[in-house]
């Protein structure tokens, strides 16, 4: 090969890293609901929690599918190309028990959202790949809860873990629609 060709090939390939480094990268979101909590209400009132009324306004994960062509139904937020799609927001509360085995981390995650309730702050909880549970309107007696899911935590919209740091969201839509639902009584 000619020194020449050699340069060129250099050069392409540096390009082509480059482009590869720069290039935006995009992460699925694996949240299964995002909400402004109102109040929590823990059962057993007494003892340890074994299942949970989330209070507030949500939007659910829709369940993808594998070649991500399912509808993007009116109302709703994210991008059916990738699968990262969210129901429209509803008003009223999630009921849910904990999955056998793993009451602690359960406990811990609604003493954190009991911690948020009554405030503005956008939350995201439970796995898009689990979830399963369904806004249930207020005024619906609590009746067989759904399964409560575990992901990563609650994951707080508009702000970088616990830097201080401001994150962009690829949601505005949502959050808009989240904090519109919750000042409405």
Not at 67 to 96: H, L, R, W
Not at 122 to 128: D, K, M, T
Not at 154 to 173: A, E
Request: hydrophobic letters at 40%; a positive charge.
């Amino acid at each position: 090969m000619t020194r020449s060709k050699v340069t060129s090939l250099c050069t392409f390939l540096t390009l082509a890293a480059l482009l590869i480094v720069v290039a935006p990268l995009r992460a699925s979101d694996p949240v299964g609901a995002y909400a402004i909590v109102d109040k929590i209400v823990l059962e057993p009132a007494t003892g340890p929690a074994m299942a949970v009324q989330i209070h507030g306004v949500f939007s659910i994960a829709i369940r993808r599918n594998p070649d991500f062509t399912q509808p993007f139904p009116a109302g709703s937020y994210g991008t059916p190309g990738t699968g990262d799609v969210y129901a429209a927001v509803k008003k009223g509360y999630v009921y849910a028990m904990c999955p056998r085995g793993k009451e602690t981390l359960c406990r811990n995650e609604w003493t954190d959202l009991q911690a948020l309730a009554g405030k503005p702050d956008v939350i995201g909880f439970g796995s898009r790949w689990e979830m399963s549970v369904r806004v249930r309107p207020a005024t619906e007696k609590p009746e067989n809860p759904d399964v409560y899911s575990l992901n990563v935590g609650l994951v707080k919209m508009g702000q970088y873990g616990n830097t201080g740091m401001q994150n962009r969201s690829q949601y505005p839509d949502m959050i808009a629609a989240l904090q519109a639902a919750s000042r409405s009584k």
